[in-house]
């Protein structure tokens, strides 16, 4: 039988990571994708599934449709990518990680019921957590646990949402769910919504990301949150207010995003900003805009991680990543600073790179569906992300003012990753038909056509030229070493503040109750002393000794009496 | 780092930056009367309006740093804030 599920080639790899070292251990991580996209390219044909039993119910680890098959072809690719990438790495934990990880990515988007894809949810939130840890700060190891909660509270609630699911509707079956599914719906609503980073929700994102390692936060930009937009593309297509909730992803984090000093905060920040437009493409649920939004999660993976190596690799040679304390570093990094500019055009959506060709079909969708106003927030967006991530990361780290950094090039095995990333974001922007055609929806869609391509490309000119004015002004604001607040401070500050002035509280109370009890109970016990019950031996100290004593008469005799009665 | 030997690089040179900024403004240029010139489909009504897309693209990168700076007045704590 050649069918079986793509995760097994990764587990098995995690464990030969564990056991091998260097070159045969690098082997084994590339292989492993290679392998697996060969195995999917070649032996799974859509339709095919694989089922198991357990406890007498039938579950569904592999299940086969053009959008599985899609998503899974870019985990590999992904994954292979990274892997170069780490290719120096030789910290085990963080190999086993990722390997674990880009495998449970799979088997998340190959699961057929809730409870397989609940198995798989969990074991992504607990493996990626070691690529935050593995940096080995203290503030990582903090970050991480914060992260991690958020990932179980995920898995927690989309095990209680299966559950509902299974009692009100005796299916277990991970198809179109929908939020008419009543409280098992949004449940698994809000499960998924907390790993796709909605507003409110998506703390655990610009909190963890950034603190991760150089080569984790690759892998971390790539599977949790395209899982997630696997997963409502499956269950909650068409639900109108992922429109909303997308526009709101999409717009928010773009004012973060520019005041922002650590410029792999940045790019977490541009990662929502990205998921906002899958999001709504998903929300908006026509065949047109759901291959939009898949379209776009996969050249969002290559373009985000293509960005995140490049800023992973100054990180690597500069050792900080604030924007605060970069600049001139084309002198020292000219490779790097080709490759990142070639991340920041396709994020951008510049015509003939990657975003370019799956942007537009979501922004097509929202004039077709008549959104006007949603879609002039979007067209706002998609001006933002060019100022911030096609502009600004590149233009902070590389080019303003000459910092004096002199480094070097980044690692033969980086710019190799990066170049490949480079290569793919510059062939789906100029190929897009090989794209189209894997896409799950049929749908008839060209994008280079003259209304587009102008419009696009006057509205980057533009943003850049407001760039170009506010720097000349001197009103663009500088980058200053800081932080700035967001969801996490409730739970960082206002959580721990409240807690604390509770406890300062409490022990207040506590004083001042004994403050005002002392000098009564002393008169009290002065009395007793003087009193005549005073001179029996038990009254006149309660040492513990005595009172072990005394318990263990009564109980002797009550064991003797108990015994013989 | 101040070593005088040192390389000068391409955007040491003033007048490179120079350069660079004035093929920038031409394209601009270039690309707002080509809306005069080219057929673009339309959508919305908005879209009727000459350039503009060069409008709204430049105006929302203006509206976005304006407010993204007074969000700084708001938001911005120093760099050890969560460490105290």
């Given at each position: 039988?050649?069918?079986?599920s793509?995760?097994?080639?990764f587990?098995?790899?995690a464990?030969?990571?564990g056991f ?32 198991y ?16 098959l ?9 994954s ?8 120096h ?21 190959f699961?057929?019921?809730l ?12 493996s990626s ?5 593995a ?8 970050a ?6 958020f990932?179980?509270l ?6 209680a949402?299966?559950?509902?699911y299974?009692?009100d ?35 655990w ?9 150089v080569?984790?936060t ?10 997630a ?5 499956r ?27 650590d410029?792999?905060?940045?790019l ?17 649920g ?59 055009l396709?994020?951008s ?7 370019f060709v ?21 067209l ?7 100022h ?13 003012h000459?910092?004096?950094i ?20 510059i ?32 509205l ?23 932080v700035?607040?967001?969801?996490e ?60 004593f ?16 | ?16 930056i ?6 920038f ?15 673009r ?40 804030y969560?460490?105290?």
């Amino acid at each position: 039988m050649s069918e079986f599920s793509p995760f097994l080639l990764f587990f098995i790899a995690a464990l030969l990571v564990g056991f091998t070292r260097d070159l045969p251990r690098q082997l084994i991580l590339l292989a492993t994708p290679v392998l697996t996209g060969l195995h999917l390219w070649l032996n799974i044909e859509v339709g095919s599934s694989v089922s198991y039993s357990i406890m007498n119910y039938e579950l569904v680890a592999m299940r086969v449709d053009k959008l599985s098959l899609l998503f899974g072809y870019l985990f590999c690719i992904a994954s292979f990518i990274g892997s170069i990438f780490a290719f120096h790495v030789k910290d085990t934990k963080q190999h086993i990680a990722a390997v674990t990880y880009a495998g449970s990515a799979l088997g998340a988007v190959f699961a057929g019921d809730l409870i397989t894809l609940f198995i798989f949810w969990e074991l992504l939130a607990i493996s990626s957590v070691f690529l935050i840890w593995a940096r080995g700060t203290e503030r990582a190891l903090k970050a991480g646990l914060r992260y991690l909660v958020f990932q179980v509270l995920s898995g927690v609630l989309l095990l209680a949402g299966a559950l509902v699911y299974f009692h009100d509707t005796g299916s277990l079956a991970f198809d179109h769910i929908g939020l008419d599914a009543g409280i098992a719906g949004w449940l698994i609503f809000i499960a998924f919504g907390i790993k796709s980073a909605f507003p409110f929700l998506h703390s655990w994102l610009t909190d963890g990301y950034p603190e991760a390692t150089v080569t984790g936060t690759v892998f971390l930009s790539a599977f949790t949150t395209k899982v997630a937009v696997y997963a409502l593309a499956r269950g909650f297509a068409g639900e109108e207010i992922l429109v909303y909730i997308g526009v709101t992803m999409a717009c928010f984090p773009i004012f973060y995003a520019v005041i922002e000093n650590d410029l792999r905060k940045v790019l977490a920040y541009s990662l929502i900003n990205q998921v906002g437009f899958m999001v709504t493409g998903i929300g908006i649920g026509t065949a047109l805009a759901l291959n939009g939004a898949i379209a776009h999660a996969f050249s969002d993976v290559i373009f985000k991680g293509l960005l995140f190596m490049s800023m992973g690799a100054v990180l690597y040679r500069v050792g900080n990543i604030n924007g605060s304390s970069l600049g001139g570093l084309y002198k020292s990094m000219p490779k790097t600073t080709v490759l990142c500019i070639v991340g920041a055009l396709s994020i951008s959506a510049f015509p003939l790179f990657s975003g370019f060709v799956s942007k537009s079909m979501v922004m097509t969708a929202l004039m077709y569906e008549d959104y006007g106003y949603l879609w002039l927030l979007m067209l706002f967006a998609s001006a933002g992300v060019f100022h911030h991530a096609g502009i600004k990361i590149p233009y902070f780290a590389f080019f303003a003012h000459d910092s004096g950094i002199r480094t070097e090039e980044a690692p033969r095995n980086m710019l190799i990753a990066m170049s490949i990333a480079a290569l793919l974001c510059i062939f789906i922007g100029t190929q897009p038909q090989y794209l189209y055609a894997m896409l799950p929806w049929e749908v008839e869609y060209w994008p280079y056509d003259v209304t587009h391509v102008l419009a696009q490309l006057q509205l980057l000119f533009f943003s850049a030229l407001a760039f170009v004015w506010l720097n000349k002004k001197g009103l663009y604001p500088p980058e200053l070493p800081s932080v700035n607040l967001d969801m996490e401070w409730f739970y960082r500050k206002l959580v721990p503040v409240a807690a604390q002035r509770v406890v300062t509280s409490l022990r207040d109370t506590k004083a001042s109750v004994l403050s005002i009890a002392t000098v009564p109970m002393q008169d009290i016990q002065t009395k007793f002393t003087k009193s005549s019950v005073a001179k029996y031996y038990l009254s006149e100290s309660w040492p513990t000794g005595s009172m072990v004593f005394w318990i263990s008469v009564i109980l002797v005799t009550f064991l003797a009496l108990n015994a013989f009665g | 780092m101040s070593d005088k030997n040192e390389k000068v690089y391409f955007f040491d040179r003033p007048e490179n930056i120079e350069r660079l900024l004035k093929g920038f403004y031409a394209i601009c240029i270039l690309l707002v009367l080509a809306d005069f010139v080219l057929h673009r489909h339309i959508g919305f009504g908005w879209e009727e309006i000459p350039a503009f897309y060069s409008l709204y693209g430049f105006a929302a990168c203006v509206v976005l740093v304006v407010i993204a700076k007074k969000m700084r007045n708001v938001l911005m704590r120093k760099e050890d804030y969560y460490d105290e």
